[in-house]
């Protein structure tokens, strides 16, 4: 007899799971959580491709239905999910037509917010040209089964197709089959991930940062102090600043170096680099968000970016080259590294250079908008709010002082300034939406998903919604502290700015040592405002407030 269970967190039904409905050779596994297991359905995997009376599909993760799910038994066809209809020959491509379409990229927080106030938890985005078909995913019971299901796999994130490009085709010849893990999957990503991780993720490794990172926060306020105008106000290309501080910050880590990018007249080839960085961030977004016409024709922005991305692995290559040689030159070159060994130190004395340098790229590809993006919003944010900013600034002043520095003991007595980061990062997650590629077909929300499938989980939407957080768009750091998190704790896929599981940030450590450093010198050096009209956010590909970032830094 089939039980329906009910879902903890909006009362419709799961899918049935019993023995009748359980093919013989299948594999039930439990989700990890006890919160979980006590209340959703178990996850399968089959060994039939075919399967009476329940979820089915040869050997794959068979994520349960959750709150859109149809209440009875049958698995529906991929053609049920609900969604925009497609145009015979156009698709749904021409919805981001400029005049004809009304999806603009820029601005696909509205879109996404509209499309789950039309089609529900779960909705089809299909016929978009020359890219799979995306389904994106609403719910967070949704999102945590199907992240859980990925534990055996090995995760596919739909990302950059065209840096795929530059490091499996144009130069493949640099970077092989171990070419780091943007963009890259399979054996190859866990392999090269194997490497790398245990150190990237080592809480000690980025306590070894903690003073690097505290000289560029002071670095970016003295910079600030000569750039603002007589009123205080911040220049209007201010986020330009924010990614050379983002930039010197990351090549303190990747690099062990001080490339000098918040100097006044930065060295030649820092300078360079600066330019390159620029140049592939304002390039990105066009080839990866627009049709890829770049895969026919090579394009003025394609060749740009190819340019950009040259520059950044030659320049970067003579800093590795550096490292190398100081560290055959020290006392350590045998291989064994002391505890205060840095990252790339570790990394070199584990592998070899080419490892090093293509990790060192990929921080720089994806540690540097997604950091500097979160900065700008944190900052936009505690300008606007002023109560909250005289709270931070109170633990602050507390527990740094005036003038003191920060350590890794004071980060650690901050906890208002952790909980502002995070509910920043809820309300304006800088990757509004973040996806897996099905490898196999799956059964999710009780639709047959075919394989090839991106499926986008949308955080943004998620993470601002009542059902998940009261007075969601309530700017309310004080959710995130000890005494309401025990009273009221949230979903915790609710909010998941750094994604989750295998291949979730591996630059996590650094962008919150990073982040939590320079917001609590700048409040411990200025009080913030925002004296000129509101900025919307905008998706650049990262999310963040859009238009001249003028705020206005008052000394203290
Ligand atoms: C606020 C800042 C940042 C945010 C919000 C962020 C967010 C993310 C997200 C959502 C992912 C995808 C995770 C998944 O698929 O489950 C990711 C992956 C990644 N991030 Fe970050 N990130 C940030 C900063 C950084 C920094 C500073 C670094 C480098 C030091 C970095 C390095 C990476 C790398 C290498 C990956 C790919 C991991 C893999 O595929 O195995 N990130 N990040």
């Known amino acids: 007899m089939a039980s329906l269970r009910p879902s903890w967190r909006c009362g419709r039904a799961l899918a049935p799971l019993t023995a009748s409905s359980t093919p013989p050779g299948t594999r039930t596994v439990w989700p990890r959580s006890s919160r979980t297991s006590a209340k959703a359905a178990p996850l399968r995997r089959h060994a039939s491709s075919s399967v009476a009376g329940g979820p089915l599909v040869g050997g794959v993760p068979v994520a349960p239905a959750a709150c859109s799910a149809p209440a009875d038994d049958a698995v529906r066809g991929y053609d049920e999910v609900p969604g925009p209809t497609p145009l015979p020959l156009l698709g749904n491509s021409w919805r981001f037509l400029p005049v004809v379409g009304n999806f603009r990229i820029q601005e696909m927080d509205r879109v996404c917010l509209g499309l789950r106030e039309r089609y529900g938890d779960i909705v089809r985005m299909s016929g978009l040209l020359g890219r799979p078909d995306m389904v994106f995913v609403f719910d967070a019971d949704l999102i945590e089964q199907v992240f859980r299901a990925e534990d055996a796999l090995l995760p596919v994130r739909p990302s950059m197709p065209s840096l795929d490009a530059f490091k499996h ?29 245990q150190v990237m993720l080592q809480p000690r490794t980025a306590k070894l940062y903690v003073g690097a990172i505290q000289d560029t926060a002071e670095a970016f306020v003295r910079r600030l102090r000569r750039l603002r105008d007589a009123d205080g106000d911040a220049p209007a290309d201010f986020v330009n600043e924010i990614h050379r501080w983002s930039l010197e910050s990351i090549a303190r ?15 030649a080839d820092t300078q360079a680099l600066i330019d390159a960085v620029n140049t592939f961030f304002m390039n990105v977004g066009v080839l990866e968000l627009k049709p890829p016409v770049w895969k026919l024709l090579p394009t003025p922005t394609w060749r740009a970016y190819i340019r950009a991305l040259d520059d950044i692995t030659n320049i970067t290559s003579g800093y590795i080259s550096r490292a190398l040689d100081a560290l055959r030159d020290s ?6 590294v002391g505890a205060d060994a840095s990252l790339l130190q570790r990394v070199l004395a584990g592998h070899d250079a080419r490892t090093a340098h293509i990790l060192a790229i990929d921080l720089f590809l994806v540690g540097i908008d997604t950091t500097s993006a979160a900065l700008a919003s944190a900052l936009y944010q ?5 109560e909250q900013q005289e709270r931070l600034h109170g633990e602050v002043a507390a527990v740094l002082g005036r003038d003191g520095a920060v350590t890794a003991a004071a980060l650690e007595a901050m906890p208002y300034l952790r909980a502002v980061l995070k509910e920043v990062l809820r309300m304006y997650p800088v990757v509004i939406g973040n996806g897996r590629t099905l490898t196999e077909d799956t059964v999710i929300a009780n639709y047959r998903i075919p394989k090839g499938t991106q499926i986008i989980f949308q955080h943004y939407v998620i993470s601002n919604e009542e059902r998940y957080f009261p007075e969601a768009r309530r700017f309310r750091p004080e959710r995130w502290l000890r005494a309401e998190l025990a009273a009221r704790p949230p979903h915790p896929f609710a909010s998941l700015p750094f994604g989750f599981g295998r291949r979730m940030c591996i630059g996590r450590r650094f962008a919150e040592l990073e982040l939590h450093t320079v917001v609590a010198k700048m409040v411990q050096k200025f009080r913030l405002e925002y004296r000129h009209p509101p900025l919307p956010y905008r998706v650049h590909p990262m999310y963040m407030p859009h238009g001249p970032l003028r705020i206005t830094f008052h000394d203290r």
């Open 253 to 267: 880590v990747a690099l062990d170096a001080r490339l000098g990018c918040l100097d006044d007249a930065p060295p």
């Open 331 to 336: 006392e350590q070159a045998d291989g064994e």
């Open 382 to 386: 505690l300008a606007l709010h002023p």
């Open 169 to 197: 085709g144009i130069r493949k010849d640099f970077f092989g089959d171990l070419a780091g893990v943007i963009a890259v999957h399979g054996p190859r990503w866990l392999e090269f991930r194997t490497r790398v991780q």
